[in-house]
């Protein structure tokens, strides 16, 4: 824990009286600055830990949320990985960020996606353009990325079982698997491997496919972060969205030997095999932007 910033875990009561779960890394000081943070597929809020301990102590709020169906926001008699209504799932993201800016009313607002976080990001800055003051995109990860199962089964498992829980975990690599970030994943209780096809659907049909108009309709400022040992389809996906996003102040800020977790500034736990001084080059730079913005 960084000295001097709490992290407060709370619940937002959504319109419908669904309780969604947050965390608030509070600003050490005066702030002028809320940023909303979006997790990654399957995971949950606290993947932003380091990354939200470093901005807050710079005196800019951090909210992390967990999507609806997801880690502390399970949706009662379902499983994590599905929710019943996709379209409700998302407009909570806006009643985050109304609840943000009536909690701090001089701030400016931002978004963070992470991973899969990238897709709803867009999609929430191309649908309510006057509601954000820009976003952080890292690591990309959209329909190039998605394995082929999703995209070739998705159609007909939402005609025949929309319900049915695929569980992702067969589609790892047996390094990942025997790395130390998926033994990691494997026993975190709030992470999970499976997804329900009506939410992947979703996410597909909503977010993946609509991802490049998305960005082309995405006029505030934007910085991407990559790493450049992630996955070929992420970085070179990261290029195109760059090109795609219709702001004129945007930005792509690669770090060279970075996997898909930013040497776990954007992870659940910080292990041996990153140092302090690498994580810390990433909330740099996004706080150098933040503070530029």
Known sequence: MVAGVKEIQKHFKMTDGFDLFCRHWKADGESR?????????????????????????????????DLRGFGNSKEKGLPRGDTKDFNRHLRDLGEVVGFVRKRHLKNRVYMFGWSLGVLYTLWYSANH????DGIILAAPYWVGSMPLIYRTNISSMLVSAPETIYDTYKT?????????EGKILRQDPLFTTKRSWRWLGGVKETLSDRVLQNASQTEKPTLIILGGKDDKDIRDGAKQLLESVAAK???????????????????FKTTAKHDQAKRKRVTSVVKDWLNAH
Do not use: N
């Not at 606290?46 to 005196?59: I, S, T, Y």
């Not at 102040?249 to 992870?267: E, M, R, T």
């Open 33 to 65: 600055k809320s940023v909303v943070c979006i997790h990654s597929i399957g995971g949950h809020s606290e993947v932003f830990r380091v990354m939200g301990q470093d901005l807050a102590e710079d005196g800019i709020e951090v909210y992390a949320l």
């Open 129 to 132: 353009p006057d509601s954000l």
């Open 249 to 267: 102040d945007k930005s792509i800020q690669p770090f060279p030997d970075a996997d898909h977790f930013f040497y776990h500034a954007l992870f």
């Open 172 to 180: 790892w690599s047996r390094e990942f698997k025997e790395s130390a």
